[in-house]
């Protein structure tokens, strides 16, 4: 009987430690332990619904950027600002190229207002010739307009955080370049950390063999807090990778949306190029005024010529203050008051020249006619 019960103890003990260790293993958060699944994540839709879901925005956007690879080390900071505006299919985008020393002055640098079927894209303010240049009419179809974004500053500012690059370089990128892309062959996700906080990585391979991992604060898919692109080039190991910071308001209705960004470039460890981002002041989800989406708020000098591109959809144009004119149109008068002058000498110089082959014509005519008349001796 003693033999029989300590049996039945020692059996009754060993399935309680096997269904206890069962229960650690099943139930148990998967800290560290990875799950893999076939396709996209669900956080990653979640995550790319939640910020097309914002239907407009106005931002403004301080960047420093430094670069460590140069010939002599680190290389001083370049400073800009970004005034950007959006909502369903328009941008605009107003770059100041702030100084990097006390002896230069803050400029602007660009300004794009990108429509479905149109992009007006002002380089600079600068005078050539006496006249102003430097803004380009482009005709295309929104399928084409992300060539016209790639030359310009111009990139949807929803898309912030959701790829490692700077401000100059993002606009290279699509909504779904990283986070959600199809061309991947696993996907597995796992618990961890970032910066002291729960968060839930996802990663998967890239069909070109890169690394794509993304960290999610807390598992909310609306707090992607690090994006990163790893991949081995030229037997050096490249890492991209942006953090970003959110504010965490109490309101459930305001946006979610990274506040401070940065930017790294990693070469063996070795950091070769940083940016800093800064979203000093945001507002989203309100109406946008409909002129902020026209020419006549990009403060364009009376008498800048406006170039129509291909030229077969137009002619060259020039703002005369409050309208677009024909170049034909445009009065001379206004012409030589804006070139300072530079008209005014051409025609007089233009006069002096024909002046003088007038006098020589004439007094090669008298010469002959007088050789002519002389008597023979």
Known sequence: MAICMFQFKATFASRTVFLVLLEIILIAPLEGRCEEIASISEIEKQCLDYRRSIRSGQLRIEASMALFDGPNGRQPPTHSEIDATFDADRMRFDVLQSPSSAAQKESLRQRAIILPDTAIVQNSNAPANGLRYGVGLYKTRMDKQKKIETFTRAFDPRGLGLFPGTLRDINAFDFASLVGNARRQRTTE?????DGKPARIVEYIRDDGFTVSMWFTNSNPRMLARTQLSGVVDGKLLVDRIDSTFTEGNDVSSV??????????????????????NIVKSSFNEAIPPEV??????????GTYVHTIPS????TQTWDGKRLLPLASVCPADIKEKSGGGLRLY????????????????????FKKAERAEPLA
């Open 312 to 315: 077969s959809q137009g002619v």
């Open 293 to 302: 989406f026209t020419i006549a708020t990009m403060h364009l000098e009376p």
């Open 256 to 277: 979610v949306f990274p506040r401070q960004l940065l930017y790294q470039r990693l070469v063996d460890g070795d950091v070769v190029q940083r940016e800093e981002i």
């Open 190 to 194: 796992r618990n961890s950390e970032i």
């Open 347 to 366: 025609f007089i110089v233009a006069n002096l020249v024909m002046c003088l082959m007038l006098f020589i014509i004439v007094y090669v005519r008298r």
